[in-house]
């Protein structure tokens, strides 16, 4: 990397947002089988591409191949959430909001990890995490290293959560 006159970001770790469509039989789909539709996993691998070329300029098809896989959360009333981690192994994960309910805020860490130490109080807030409150029909992609987890629900919440894996080698 050359730094440039200016500002320059050195640790930018990207997170894409972007909206898809929740059908019906999207919901019930994951709600009464555990199962995600060949719609919504299209609409995930748009996503995907999408976060690819904004984050490195690159496509799936930049690799030799990939390898997608999927699994329905469900939180219901009063779960726990789910604590900080990665999804180790993969090199993008996404979450694809099907019911939001209430709570079950979705909580990002910086990745640099102490990189507050030896910083004034004042600096805190460029450390802090990220907390966002999902809403059904949203899609978040970010790199798999990125921790996260998802705070106590108050209602029943519902997602589809996607690794992705790209492989050079034939």
Known sequence: MTLNWGTNFLFP???TKSNIEITDDI???AMGFNEITDDLYEQVLE???HHLEQSLDKETSDWHHYQVKSWINKY???HVGMEMH???GSHL???AIIESGLG???VFQDPRNFASRGYDMKFRPLFDNLVYQPEQGDLLVFPSFLYHSVRPVN???VSAAFDMYLYSDE
Do not use: N, P, Y
């Open 13 to 15: 770790t990207l997170v």
């Open 27 to 29: 919901v019930h789909q």
């Open 47 to 49: 996503g995907f591409e």
């Open 76 to 78: 219901d009333k009063e």
């Open 86 to 88: 990665t999804h180790a």
């Open 93 to 95: 994960s996404a979450i």
């Open 104 to 106: 079950g805020e979705i």
């Open 155 to 157: 209602m029943l919440r």
